[in-house]
C-alpha cells in the first residue's frame, strides 16, 4: 500500500500540477476520449482497466450490441477467471438492446440489474467505469455509455480518476452506485427482461415508421392561387388601395373566394 500511495502522489502532480513531472501512467488521473487521428479509444481504456482488476462495477444508461461485442473477448477471460462484476442499467428511454442485456447476463461472474426509471420517476444517464485492483480503484466517469459509437467513434469526455480506497472521491461514487444498486427501483434481470423486451419491440417498431416517413415540407403545402385567383386578387387590391371599404365578388362555388379573401390582407 505504501508503494502505491507514493506512485499516487507523483501521479497527481503530473496531472494537476506539473505535466514534466515523471509519474507512473498507471497512476495518474487522465483525460479519456476517443480521437481516431491518434489512435485512441475509450474502449481501450477500458479493455486496460478490465484485464488487471481484482472487481468492477458498471453503471451506464445504454447498453448496446455494439459496445459489449468488442468486449466480449476479455470479458470471458474475466469469467473463466472468477473475477466478479456487477453492472446496473436502465429502461430509461427503452434503449438498450435486450440482446446486448441477455448477452450480458449469460456471463456466469456478472450480475446485472435494471434500474426502472419509468417506476421512479427519475431519470437515470449515469455512466461509470470503477476497476477495483488491490488497493486502489481506477475509475472512469463522463459521458460514454456501453455503446459502440460512445466506446469507439463519437466526441466523448470522460476522466479517470485513480484513487485508493481510502480516497474521499472513490467512496462517494462507491456509495452513490451501492445506493443505487440496493434500491427498489434496481430489478433482478429475470424478473425485468421479459416486460422490457415487449416495450422495446414497440418502441424500435415506432422509431422504425418514424425513420421511414418523409419530413414534413411547409413550402409543399403553402398556398397559392391560381390563375383564375390571381385575376380576382389583383382587382380586389386595386379597390382596397383606391380607399373602398367594400367590394363584391361574384363567382361560382369551389372557385376560392375565401382564399382570395384572404390574399388579399396578406
Known sequence: MGNSIIELRKGLETAYIDGSIVSNERYRPQFISNN?????KVLSSIEDELSVCDSFRISVAFITLGGITPLLLTLNELEKKGIKGEILTTNYLNF???KA???????SNITLKIYDSESSGEGF???GYIFRNEEVYRIIIGSSNMTGGALKQNYEWNTKIVSTIDGEVSKQIIEEFERLWESPYAR???????????????????????KKEELVSLE???LKP????????????KIISAGEKKALLISAT????????SFCHA
Open 101 to 107: 442485456l441477455e448477452k450480458l447476463n449469460s456471463l
Open 36 to 40: 481516431y487521428k491518434e489512435g485512441k
Open 254 to 261: 369551389g372557385t376560392g373566394k375565401n382564399i382570395c379573401v
Open 220 to 222: 409543399k403545402y403553402r
Open 226 to 237: 391560381n390563375s383564375m385567383q390571381v385575376g380576382f386578387i389583383t382587382n380586389l387590391r
Open 188 to 210: 433482478d434481470f429475470n424478473d425485468f427482461i421479459e416486460e422490457y423486451k415487449q416495450k422495446y419491440q414497440i418502441i424500435r417498431h415506432q422509431r422504425d415508421i418514424a
Open 125 to 127: 444517464h449515469t455512466k
Open 96 to 98: 438498450s438492446e435486450p
